[in-house]
Protein backbone atom coordinates (compact mmCIF):
# COMPACT_ATOMS: atom_id res chain seq x y z
CA UNK A 1 0.00 0.00 0.00
CA UNK A 2 1.83 2.78 -1.17
CA UNK A 3 -0.10 5.93 0.39
CA UNK A 4 1.21 8.99 -1.11
CA UNK A 5 4.30 9.36 -3.46
CA UNK A 6 6.62 12.00 -4.25
CA UNK A 7 9.30 12.36 -6.51
CA UNK A 8 12.24 13.29 -5.84
CA UNK A 9 13.29 12.89 -2.65
CA UNK A 10 16.18 15.40 -2.98
CA UNK A 11 17.11 17.90 -5.55
CA UNK A 12 19.48 20.79 -5.59
CA UNK A 13 18.56 23.48 -8.45
CA UNK A 14 20.85 26.81 -9.64
CA UNK A 15 18.98 29.97 -9.24
CA UNK A 16 16.07 30.57 -11.85
CA UNK A 17 15.86 27.15 -13.17
CA UNK A 18 12.70 24.86 -13.11
CA UNK A 19 11.37 22.10 -11.41
CA UNK A 20 8.36 20.03 -11.45
CA UNK A 21 7.73 17.93 -7.73
CA UNK A 22 5.58 15.53 -8.72
CA UNK A 23 2.74 13.67 -6.25
CA UNK A 24 0.46 10.77 -6.22
CA UNK A 25 -1.92 8.94 -3.90
CA UNK A 26 -3.64 5.89 -4.55
CA UNK A 27 -6.22 6.02 -2.02
CA UNK A 28 -8.89 7.73 -4.10
CA UNK A 29 -8.78 11.07 -2.21
CA UNK A 30 -10.44 14.09 -3.45
CA UNK A 31 -8.69 16.50 -1.36
CA UNK A 32 -4.81 17.09 -1.74
CA UNK A 33 -1.97 19.83 -0.83
CA UNK A 34 1.15 20.93 -1.41
CA UNK A 35 3.37 22.26 1.98
CA UNK A 36 6.96 23.60 2.50
CA UNK A 37 8.15 23.36 6.02
CA UNK A 38 10.88 25.45 6.69
CA UNK A 39 13.21 25.94 10.61
CA UNK A 40 10.82 27.44 13.01
CA UNK A 41 7.50 28.04 11.07
CA UNK A 42 5.86 24.27 10.68
CA UNK A 43 4.37 23.62 7.82
CA UNK A 44 3.08 26.59 5.27
CA UNK A 45 0.05 25.79 2.71
CA UNK A 46 1.39 26.49 -0.89
CA UNK A 47 -1.44 25.43 -2.97
CA UNK A 48 -4.22 22.69 -2.58
CA UNK A 49 -7.07 20.97 -4.37
CA UNK A 50 -11.06 19.98 -3.19
CA UNK A 51 -11.13 17.81 -5.98
CA UNK A 52 -9.97 16.66 -9.36
CA UNK A 53 -10.19 20.00 -11.90
CA UNK A 54 -9.99 22.47 -8.85
CA UNK A 55 -6.90 24.71 -7.39
CA UNK A 56 -6.62 27.25 -4.67
CA UNK A 57 -3.91 29.32 -2.85
CA UNK A 58 -2.52 28.95 0.14
CA UNK A 59 -0.69 30.73 2.04
CA UNK A 60 2.01 31.15 0.42
CA UNK A 61 1.49 30.11 -3.70
CA UNK A 62 4.42 32.98 -4.85
CA UNK A 63 6.59 31.67 -7.21
CA UNK A 64 4.46 28.16 -7.65
CA UNK A 65 2.45 26.97 -10.01
CA UNK A 66 0.05 23.57 -9.54
CA UNK A 67 -1.33 20.87 -11.67
CA UNK A 68 -4.48 18.69 -10.94
CA UNK A 69 -3.58 16.18 -13.67
CA UNK A 70 -6.09 14.00 -12.51
CA UNK A 71 -7.74 12.48 -9.34
CA UNK A 72 -4.41 10.38 -8.13
CA UNK A 73 -1.74 13.53 -9.09
CA UNK A 74 -1.12 16.68 -7.68
CA UNK A 75 1.81 18.34 -8.82
CA UNK A 76 3.77 21.90 -8.17
CA UNK A 77 5.61 23.55 -10.45
CA UNK A 78 8.98 25.92 -9.45
CA UNK A 79 9.23 28.52 -12.94
CA UNK A 80 12.20 30.12 -11.65
CA UNK A 81 13.66 29.04 -8.34
CA UNK A 82 15.16 31.45 -6.17
CA UNK A 83 16.92 30.49 -2.35
CA UNK A 84 14.01 31.85 -0.80
CA UNK A 85 12.83 28.33 -2.62
CA UNK A 86 14.84 26.03 -0.21
CA UNK A 87 12.96 23.82 1.63
CA UNK A 88 11.59 20.57 2.51
CA UNK A 89 8.53 20.23 0.59
CA UNK A 90 5.48 17.69 1.55
CA UNK A 91 2.51 16.34 -0.09
CA UNK A 92 -0.66 15.12 1.15
CA UNK A 93 -4.33 14.03 0.63
CA UNK A 94 -7.43 13.50 2.16
CA UNK A 95 -10.89 12.62 1.66
CA UNK A 96 -13.21 15.51 1.35
CA UNK A 97 -15.66 14.56 3.61
CA UNK A 98 -17.73 17.21 5.47
CA UNK A 99 -15.68 19.51 7.90
CA UNK A 100 -16.43 18.38 10.83
CA UNK A 101 -15.90 14.69 9.77
CA UNK A 102 -12.43 13.07 10.27
CA UNK A 103 -10.61 13.22 7.63
CA UNK A 104 -7.36 13.12 8.36
CA UNK A 105 -4.45 13.75 5.62
CA UNK A 106 -1.78 11.81 4.58
CA UNK A 107 1.78 12.49 3.75
CA UNK A 108 4.58 11.50 1.52
CA UNK A 109 7.84 11.86 2.63
CA UNK A 110 8.92 14.92 1.57
CA UNK A 111 11.44 16.39 -1.03
CA UNK A 112 14.49 18.31 0.24
CA UNK A 113 15.31 21.14 -2.50
CA UNK A 114 17.94 23.60 -2.37
CA UNK A 115 18.20 25.99 -4.49
CA UNK A 116 21.50 27.81 -4.91
CA UNK B 1 -8.77 33.55 7.99
CA UNK B 2 -8.11 30.47 10.04
CA UNK B 3 -5.27 30.37 12.27
CA UNK B 4 -3.23 28.21 14.42
CA UNK B 5 -1.05 29.10 17.39
CA UNK B 6 1.47 26.88 19.20
CA UNK B 7 3.36 29.29 21.41
CA UNK B 8 5.32 26.90 22.96
CA UNK B 9 8.58 26.66 20.50
CA UNK B 10 9.96 23.45 22.96
CA UNK B 11 9.28 21.40 25.71
CA UNK B 12 11.01 18.74 28.16
CA UNK B 13 9.77 16.03 29.57
CA UNK B 14 10.77 13.75 31.94
CA UNK B 15 10.15 10.10 31.09
CA UNK B 16 6.66 8.73 32.32
CA UNK B 17 5.61 11.92 33.33
CA UNK B 18 2.67 13.17 31.39
CA UNK B 19 3.18 16.24 28.98
CA UNK B 20 0.80 19.05 27.63
CA UNK B 21 1.32 20.81 24.18
CA UNK B 22 -0.85 24.08 23.77
CA UNK B 23 -3.07 24.39 20.63
CA UNK B 24 -5.36 27.74 20.02
CA UNK B 25 -7.15 28.32 16.78
CA UNK B 26 -8.95 31.19 14.94
CA UNK B 27 -12.00 30.52 12.73
CA UNK B 28 -15.81 31.78 12.32
CA UNK B 29 -16.58 28.31 10.73
CA UNK B 30 -19.21 26.41 12.70
CA UNK B 31 -18.03 23.10 12.00
CA UNK B 32 -14.13 22.37 11.87
CA UNK B 33 -11.79 19.25 12.53
CA UNK B 34 -9.07 19.84 14.54
CA UNK B 35 -5.27 17.45 14.46
CA UNK B 36 -2.29 16.89 15.65
CA UNK B 37 1.00 15.25 13.80
CA UNK B 38 4.19 14.00 15.08
CA UNK B 39 7.16 14.13 13.03
CA UNK B 40 10.20 12.41 14.51
CA UNK B 41 13.89 13.48 13.31
CA UNK B 42 13.29 11.48 10.19
CA UNK B 43 10.53 13.52 9.02
CA UNK B 44 7.78 11.34 8.08
CA UNK B 45 4.21 13.11 9.41
CA UNK B 46 2.51 10.73 11.75
CA UNK B 47 -1.69 11.24 12.76
CA UNK B 48 -2.42 11.07 15.93
CA UNK B 49 -5.37 12.25 17.27
CA UNK B 50 -8.50 14.03 15.83
CA UNK B 51 -11.29 16.01 17.38
CA UNK B 52 -14.27 17.68 15.66
CA UNK B 53 -15.95 21.02 16.59
CA UNK B 54 -19.49 18.94 17.09
CA UNK B 55 -17.97 16.17 19.35
CA UNK B 56 -19.39 15.91 22.58
CA UNK B 57 -16.55 13.81 24.28
CA UNK B 58 -12.32 15.03 24.43
CA UNK B 59 -10.78 12.75 22.00
CA UNK B 60 -8.57 9.39 23.16
CA UNK B 61 -5.99 7.59 21.70
CA UNK B 62 -4.13 5.52 23.28
CA UNK B 63 -1.48 7.81 25.84
CA UNK B 64 -2.47 10.78 23.45
CA UNK B 65 -5.78 12.66 24.95
CA UNK B 66 -7.06 15.93 23.31
CA UNK B 67 -8.34 19.06 25.93
CA UNK B 68 -10.79 20.63 23.55
CA UNK B 69 -12.32 23.72 25.28
CA UNK B 70 -14.36 25.08 22.38
CA UNK B 71 -15.91 28.27 23.95
CA UNK B 72 -11.85 28.97 24.23
CA UNK B 73 -11.10 27.92 20.77
CA UNK B 74 -8.45 25.68 22.35
CA UNK B 75 -7.21 21.67 21.45
CA UNK B 76 -4.55 21.01 23.60
CA UNK B 77 -2.56 17.87 23.16
CA UNK B 78 -1.98 15.49 25.96
CA UNK B 79 0.36 12.70 26.54
CA UNK B 80 0.61 10.31 29.53
CA UNK B 81 3.13 8.57 30.26
CA UNK B 82 6.08 9.85 28.32
CA UNK B 83 8.48 7.82 26.30
CA UNK B 84 11.91 8.12 25.00
CA UNK B 85 10.34 7.92 21.30
CA UNK B 86 8.10 10.61 22.10
CA UNK B 87 10.54 13.19 21.36
CA UNK B 88 9.90 14.62 18.24
CA UNK B 89 8.27 17.87 16.62
CA UNK B 90 4.58 17.85 17.36
CA UNK B 91 2.11 19.49 15.08
CA UNK B 92 -1.56 21.35 15.74
CA UNK B 93 -3.84 21.43 12.49
CA UNK B 94 -7.75 22.24 11.87
CA UNK B 95 -9.32 21.99 8.40
CA UNK B 96 -12.54 24.63 8.31
CA UNK B 97 -13.54 26.12 5.03
CA UNK B 98 -12.73 25.20 1.25
CA UNK B 99 -11.40 21.57 3.16
CA UNK B 100 -8.19 23.92 3.64
CA UNK B 101 -5.97 21.99 6.30
CA UNK B 102 -3.98 24.54 7.84
CA UNK B 103 -0.98 23.49 10.81
CA UNK B 104 0.69 25.43 13.28
CA UNK B 105 4.31 26.43 14.11
CA UNK B 106 4.91 22.95 16.27
CA UNK B 107 6.45 22.58 19.60
CA UNK B 108 9.46 20.57 20.04
CA UNK B 109 9.47 17.99 22.88
CA UNK B 110 12.56 16.30 24.06
CA UNK B 111 11.63 13.45 26.38
CA UNK B 112 14.42 13.06 29.16
CA UNK B 113 15.47 9.63 30.85
Known amino acids: NAGVTQTPKFQVLKTGQSMTLQCAQDMNHNSMYWYRQDPGMGLRLIYYSASEGTTDKGEVPNGYNVSRLNKREFSLRLESAAPSQTSVYFCASSEAGERGRRTEAFFGQGTRLTVV | AQKITQTQPGMFVQEKEAVTLDCTYDTSDPSYGLFWY ?23 EGR ?48 RA
Open chain 2, 38 to 60: KQPSSGEMIFLIYQGSYDQQNAT
Open chain 2, 64 to 111: YSLNFQKARKSANLVISASQLGDSAMYFCAMRGHDYKLSFGAGTTVTV
